[in-house]
């Protein structure tokens, strides 16, 4: 069985940067498709950003393209997401999730393993 586990989330301010992480056990994550999502109340799952089950493909939301960045470590079976001059907006619970796909789903109904999440907050 696959699980996920995040952190790394926190307070922090305007212009910060932050490095989620997120641990799989149960597959190798070299053979899952990855992805970050973020949802504040009341809003569906926003897709972040992922990382194609080769290692060698990302894609990026339109509000994160260009601060942030997804990568893996094979050797610790770890996901992260490194989050760059944060903004306000970027407040909301941050999800990791996996899925079997040979292409990065950039919708949450396309995955089939979630995290727990891990709460951002970013202050003005």
């Known amino acids: 069985q696959v699980h996920l586990t995040e952190s790394g989330g926190g307070l922090v301010q305007g212009g910060d940067s932050l490095r989620l992480s997120c641990a799989v056990s149960g597959r190798p994550i070299s053979t899952l498709s990855m992805g970050w999502f973020r949802q504040v109340p009341g809003k569906v799952r926003e897709f972040v950003a992922g990382l194609g089950w080769t290692g060698e493909t990302t894609t990026y939301g339109d509000s994160t393209k260009g601060r942030f960045t997804i990568s893996r470590d094979n050797s610790k079976n770890t996901l992260y997401l490194q989050m760059n001059n944060l903004k306000p907006e970027d407040t909301g619970v941050y999800f990791c999730?996996?899925?079997?796909?040979?292409?990065?789903?950039?919708?949450?109904?396309?995955?089939?393993?979630w995290g727990q999440g891990t709460a951002v907050t970013v202050s003005s």
């Open positions: 999730a996996g899925d079997l796909s040979t292409y990065i789903p950039e919708t949450a109904g396309a995955y089939l393993y």
